[in-house]
């Protein structure tokens, strides 16, 4: 088997520390390394005690760590990182959208990534810090100053809108959520999901049923806020689907062809990020397969989607050049 080293920046956090606990479970990473501000000494000690067979250490910005080595860190951390899963950042609060993000999260994810480009400058880099949208063109940017941009390895974590989308139409249908796979493109945020049920084998929907899911996936994430009233957003379910994503992204690097769907640097339309069905090889982003046709009802939340996506992505491009 080959080594895998993960590092989970932001693993003290309402995402971090479950999606932590899934990494430290899975029999694909050999060395998980969590980082945060705060915690991740406790993490570290905690998710320790799981006979797996793992290693584990967890970092503070510096000196402190679990178990106590070098100097913690950031670069202890990241150095020799595969893959780097990034949620930190701060969750929303009720009638918050994931923009309103922008101003804390952003400065956050640059700041990360600008060690990823100074540590583990060949890793691939998983964002999950909303606004995705905006953020995952602000790794781009940073790693294009610093020299060490690959579009093949710097991705958006979507998976969840996937999640959703799946788990509400195996509900329609009755059938096992396991067996349905739907592919769901745009961008991580409101109208610009745009999940495509019209390609779900045998789903069968009325103009108002299918109007009713197709909502729901795109504002998802407002229910769980709401549920939660005030105490933050997804949590579990973004650590469950960070989870299967880094998982994925270890299978590929072990060799299988792997596709799944991400947001990643695109040509399959005018935007230049585009959540896409995305093969996966040992090197990232292998191919990025075809839009296909979309229905008129699909035609019509792309057309309104665009000039919003667009929006976003410049905002996080601006961000790191003006
Ligand atoms: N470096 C490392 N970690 C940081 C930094 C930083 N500069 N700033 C904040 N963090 C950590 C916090 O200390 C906290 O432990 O990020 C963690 C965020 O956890 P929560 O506040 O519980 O937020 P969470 O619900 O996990 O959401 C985090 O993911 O889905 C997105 O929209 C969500 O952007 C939000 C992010």
Not at 207 to 227: H, M, P, S, W, Y
Not at 261 to 283: H, I, M, Q, R
Request: charged share 20%; net charge negative; with cysteine.
């Amino acid at each position: 088997a080959v080594d895998a080293k993960v590092a989970v920046l932001g693993a003290a956090g309402g995402i971090g520390q479950p999606l932590s606990l899934l990494c430290k479970l899975s029999p694909e990473v050999t060395e998980l390394s969590c980082y945060d501000i705060v915690g991740t000494p406790g993490v570290a000690a905690d998710l320790s005690h799981i006979p797996t067979k793992s290693s584990i250490t967890g970092s503070l910005p510096s000196p402190v760590s679990w178990p106590p080595r070098g100097n913690g860190g950031l670069a202890e951390t990241l150095t020799g990182a595969d893959v780097v899963v990034i949620p930190a950042g701060v969750p929303r609060k009720p009638g918050m959208t994931r923009d309103d993000l922008f101003n804390t999260n952003a400065g956050i994810v640059k700041t990360l990534v600008e060690g990823c480009a100074e540590y583990c400058p060949d890793a691939m880099i998983a964002i999950i810090s909303n606004p995705v949208n905006s953020t995952v063109p602000i790794a781009a940017e940073v790693l294009k100053k610093a020299g060490k941009y690959n579009p093949n390895k710097v991705f958006g974590v979507t998976t969840l809108d996937v999640c959703r989308a799946n788990t509400f139409v195996a509900n329609h249908m009755g059938v096992d959520p396991k067996d349905v796979d739907v592919t769901v493109v745009g961008g991580h945020a409101g109208i610009t999901i745009l999940p495509l049920f019209s390609r779900v084998n045998g789903a069968k929907f009325t103009d108002e049923e299918l109007e009713k899911i197709t909502v729901r996936t795109q504002f998802g994430g407002d229910e769980v806020v709401a549920a939660k009233a005030g105490a933050g957003s997804a949590t579990l379910s973004m650590a469950y689907a960070g989870y299967i994503f880094t998982e994925n992204l270890l299978k590929a690097i072990r060799g299988e062809d792997i596709v799944q769907c991400a947001f990643v640097e695109s040509n399959l339309t005018d935007a230049p990020y585009f959540a896409s069905p995305v093969k996966f090889g040992k090197d990232g982003v292998k191919e990025i397969l075809p839009l296909g046709e979309l229905s008129a009802y699909e035609k019509k939340w792309f057309d309104k989607m665009m000039p919003e996506l667009k929006n976003q992505i410049k905002k996080g491009v601006d961000f790191v050049n003006n």
